[in-house]
């Protein structure tokens, strides 16, 4: 997935790019599907933007991405930085 340099007609908003985090990174799986991730989330997303806000999960070195699933990996313990 790779983010696109075009002019976009729809940015998703802050608070859907935190909501697709917090359901990634609470996620009881350690890997979960797209369809997984959607019936997850509180708020419909629409697929296209959900699409744009995994890419930018995966430039980010939050998620990775594999034909089973997403994986969330980035790590906020400040143990793990030093």
């Known amino acids: 997935m790779k983010?696109?340099?075009?002019k976009l007609e729809h940015s998703p908003t802050l608070n859907t790019v935190i909501m697709v985090e917090e359901t990634l990174k609470?996620?009881?799986n350690s890997v979960i599907t797209i369809a997984e991730?959607?019936?997850k989330l509180p708020r419909q997303v629409n697929h296209n933007t959900l699409k744009l806000i995994l890419s930018y999960l995966e430039i980010s070195n939050k998620i990775f991405v594999t034909i089973k699933g997403i994986t969330w990996i980035h790590s906020g313990n400040p143990?793990?930085?030093?």
Do not use: A, G
């Open 26 to 28: 609470d996620s009881e």
């Open 37 to 39: 991730l959607k019936r």
């Open 79 to 82: 143990n793990l930085k030093k």
């Open 3 to 6: 983010m696109s340099k075009q």
